[in-house]
């Protein structure tokens, strides 16, 4: 399962060092080459998002007290991915006159106030996307320690019945034993007769005993 993780890692590195040079050309050229760059990173930004899709159902499945290690990297992977994106829209649209004259106008004297703004607004995103983020890796952590507190009661619940697998047993030695404790008494009954008719018989021997040694005497 790592191997599978790393070989997207590598895969994504690629992609990333592709993006980011394809980013940086997209202010210097004319129209029409332009659009079909922009075309072609939104689309290798695409590839890179389920890319890190992947690696994260990857590392769902790796075992909690190995997977600290691999989040962190797709922490690492995520601010790098919000990186991009942020550079590719600003790339789109700096020193474009295309887009500068749709968003901005023609007006030179409210440009500037237009262009703060429109950085504000980037700005904006970019900080609520952080805390998207942000919100996502508590969840994704929420889940961790969710299924680590499954994992100690699945535990616990094996111990339980274990212990109650063992209760069972005993009982049911004991019953044995309670069963051939009474059939040793009733035996035991059936050949010397109850307690006080044992007894009895005793004493009525040696009564019989006395006189027999008696009219001896006489």
Same mark, same amino acid.
């Given at each position: ?5 790393e070989g ?12 980011? @040079?394809?980013?940086?050309?997209? /202010?210097?050229?004319p /129209?029409d ?5 922009v075309?072609?990173?939104?689309? !290798?930004?695409?590839?890179?998002k ?6 994260d ?5 790796i /075992?909690?007290? @190995? $997977? ?8 690492s992977?995520?601010?790098?991915? #919000?990186?991009l994106?942020t550079d ?9 006159d295309?887009?500068? *004259?749709?968003?901005l #106008?023609?007006?030179g004297?409210?440009s500037e106030n ?5 950085l504000?607004n980037?700005?904006?995103l970019? $900080?609520?996307? &952080?805390?998207?983020?942000?919100g996502?890796?508590?969840?994704v952590?929420?889940e961790?320690?969710? !299924?680590?507190?499954?994992? *100690? ?6 111990k339980?019945?274990?212990? $109650? ?5 005993t009982?049911? *030695?004991?019953?044995? @034993?309670?069963r051939?404790l009474t059939g040793?008494?009733r &035996?035991? !009954?059936?050949?010397w #007769? ?14 019989? #005993?006395r ?8």
């Open positions: 399962m790592s191997s599978d993780f997207y890692e590598q895969d994504f590195a690629v992609l990333t060092a592709e993006i980011t @040079s394809k980013i940086s050309r997209v /202010p210097r050229l /129209p080459e332009k659009k079909q760059m075309a072609n990173v939104e689309k !290798q930004l695409e590839e890179a389920e890319l890190l899709e992947q690696m159902l990857e590392v769902r499945e /075992p909690p007290q @190995s $997977r600290g290690m691999y989040s962190n990297r797709m922490r992977y995520k601010q790098e991915m #919000g990186k994106e590719f829209k600003r790339s789109r649209i700096a020193y474009s295309e887009v500068r *004259n749709e968003l #106008g023609d007006d004297n409210s237009q262009r703060a703004h429109l504000d980037t700005e904006r970019e $900080r609520s996307s &952080r805390r998207l983020e942000a996502y890796q508590i969840a952590e929420t961790q320690i969710g !299924q680590e507190m499954l994992e *100690n009661l699945s535990h616990d619940r094996e339980i019945q274990r212990a $109650r697998e063992r209760l069972r047993e009982d049911a *030695n004991l019953g044995k @034993s309670s051939i040793m008494l &035996r035991a !009954q059936g050949h #007769g109850s307690p006080a008719i044992t007894w009895q018989a005793v004493n009525q021997r040696r009564t019989q #005993g006189w027999s040694w008696l009219s001896e005497l006489m």
